[in-house]
């Protein structure tokens, strides 16, 4: 069947506009190699991520293990603790407080929100604690107290906080924290001349020492003496 000249313009018309379609969508070398480099920059991205997610889990975990606190057997304690400084060397715990490397590791873990790992949610018994006051009278009078709570929340929060005042990190506060519960209770006993706030540490037998009757030890962490008679004008 014979075209036209005015059909055979029409073809020649769309396939050179075909023709310029396809070469304006096709990938350049340039995109391609732009491609490339940014699914490598993805892959290690991801790859560091979930590394340091792993890293942080772990390190809980042998934590958990290494301070006795799972059924493992006691023998497992050493390695546990050997493979948490693995772990915790990874997450750039080992550098200086200083060093730019850690702080970069940190600031990534607590902007993405994976500084802890599921032992932080995982339900644990906290080691046991005990605050002791001693209240010392002018007569020589030596009573002791426990700090009040007024509701099972705050016995609660209480507990929470002796557990707190156990770790090493809290040091530079546990005066001042004991002072306001030994003040707490000197309302109630405005003529006590000092008291003496004790913090100690319960240890429980063991299921085979308490069947031979053996009952908890308390082994003192530390104390302080407060003399309140200045605080009432305060």
């Known amino acids: 069947m014979p075209v ?4 055979l313009a029409v073809l020649r018309t769309g396939v050179a506009l075909r023709s310029h379609y396809r070469l304006a969508h096709s990938p350049s070398p340039d995109d391609s190699v732009h491609e490339m480099y940014s699914k490598r920059i993805l892959a290690a991205w991801f790859g560091i991520h979930f590394f ?3 890293a942080v889990c772990l390190a809980g975990v042998f934590w958990l293990i290494a301070q006795g606190s799972t059924i493992l057997p006691s023998a497992w304690d050493e390695y546990a603790r050997k493979a948490e400084l693995v772990a915790s060397w990874c997450l750039g715990k080992e550098a200086g407080a200083s060093n730019p490397i850690r702080r970069c590791i940190a600031t990534y873990l607590h902007a993405a929100g994976i500084q802890a790992g599921y032992s932080f949610f995982a339900p644990n018994v906290p080691s046991h604690h005990r605050l002791t006051l001693e209240l010392f009278y002018e007569n020589g009078r030596v009573e002791y107290a ?3 709570v007024r509701s099972k929340a705050t016995a609660l929060r209480l507990d929470s906080l002796l557990d707190r005042l156990a770790e090493q990190r809290y040091e530079p506060v546990r005066e001042v924290m004991l002072k306001m519960l030994a003040l ?3 309302r109630e006993h405005p003529d006590v001349k000092k008291v003496r706030a004790t913090f100690e540490a319960i240890h429980l037998p063991s299921i085979t020492e308490f069947e031979h009757g053996k009952a908890e030890t308390l082994e003192p962490m530390f104390s302080f003496d407060f003399s309140l008679r200045g605080e009432e004008q305060q």
């Open 4 to 7: 036209s000249r005015s059909g």
């Open 52 to 54: 340091l997610i792993t």
């Open 146 to 148: 426990s700090p009040h």
């Open 184 to 186: 707490s209770v000197w």
